[in-house]
C-alpha cells in the first residue's frame, strides 16, 4: 500500500516527507545540480521501480539503466520505453560473474546483503554480475556521466567497477548508511573514503530519512563532484 501510495503521489510531482526530514528533497536538489553539472549520459543503478525525479530533470538524455532485481523487470521495461534508454538486468560488481540477491517482502529494499532489522526474506535468487566500466564501454556510453547508484549496501562494489567511469564522469549520487542497514555493507566512511581517493568530494546531501523509532538520522543521498571544479570554491556570503 505505501509503495503504491508513492507511485500515485510521483505521477502528481507530489511527495510524502516527514515533518522533521534533514534535509531538503530530491528533487529540489537536482534543480540545484543542474545549474552546474551538464552530463551528456545518465547512468541509473539500481532503478528498482525508478527515479522520476531523475528523468524529470534530464529527459533527453540518453540513460543506461540497471537492475539485478527481477521483481522489477516488468516495470523497467515500461520506464525504458518512455526515455532514449538501454537496459541492463545484472548486478553491478568489481568483477564479472555471478552473485546471490535476498528479495525481501519490500522489493526495493532487496540486497546482496543480510538486513540488520527485521524483514521478511521471500527468497534468494542467482542474478548476473558485470562491471559498469564493461556496460558503459559495451553500449559505447558518451561522457561526461551523471551516476546515480541506490543498491542497499553494495555502492562500494558497484564503484570498484567503475574506475574508468568515475574518470569521465561529473557527479555521483550514491545513498549512504549513518546507521548500519545491511551486515558487510558500505559505511559512510567507506563510501567517502573511496570517493576522496578518486578526486571526489561532497558536495550536497539529498533526501534524508530518521529512524521511525530512535528518530536518529538513518540514511542520506550523498552527492560528489570532482574536488577541483571551479564552483566548490566560489566565495559564499555570510
Not at 72 to 84: H, M, S, V, Y
Not at 105 to 113: A, C, G, L, T, Y
Not at 133 to 146: A, G, N, S
Request: glycine residues 8%; proline residues 6%.
Amino acid at each position: 500500500m505505501k509503495q503504491m501510495l508513492h507511485q500515485l503521489l510521483r505521477r502528481f510531482n507530489k511527495q510524502i516527507r516527514s515533518v522533521d526530514d534533514p534535509t531538503r528533497p530530491f528533487s529540489s536538489g537536482l534543480e540545484v545540480l543542474k545549474k552546474v553539472v551538464s552530463p551528456s549520459t545518465i547512468i541509473d543503478v539500481g532503478v528498482a521501480d525508478g527515479t522520476p525525479e531523475l528523468y524529470r530533470c534530464f529527459p533527453d538524455h540518453p540513460y543506461l539503466l540497471i537492475e539485478a532485481n527481477p521483481a522489477f523487470r516488468d516495470q523497467l521495461d515500461k520506464i525504458g520505453e518512455t526515455l532514449n534508454a538501454v537496459v541492463e538486468y545484472v548486478f553491478c560488481g568489481g568483477q564479472v560473474g555471478e552473485t546471490s540477491l535476498r528479495v525481501y517482502e519490500d522489493p526495493r529494499k532487496s540486497s546482496v546483503f543480510p538486513v540488520t532489522r527485521a524483514l521478511g526474506l521471500e527468497r534468494v535468487v542467482t542474478v548476473p554480475v558485470d562491471t559498469l566500466d564493461h556496460l558503459v564501454e559495451k553500449h559505447r556510453l558518451k561522457p561526461t556521466y551523471l551516476l546515480k547508484i541506490d543498491v542497499e549496501g553494495a555502492e562500494k562494489s558497484v564503484l570498484e567497477g567503475a574506475i574508468n567511469t568515475l574518470a569521465k564522469t561529473e557527479v555521483v549520487i550514491a545513498e549512504a548508511s549513518i546507521l548500519p542497514k545491511f551486515e558487510g555493507g558500505t559505511t559512510f566512511a567507506e563510501l567517502v573514503h573511496f570517493m576522496d581517493r578518486q578526486g571526489f568530494s561532497v558536495f550536497d546531501i539529498w533526501a534524508g530519512t530518521n529512524h521511525p523509532k530512535t528518530k536518529y538520522l538513518h540514511q542520506v543521498d550523498l552527492v560528489f563532484v570532482k574536488t577541483d571544479v571551479p564552483f566548490r570554491h566560489l566565495s559564499g556570503g555570510g
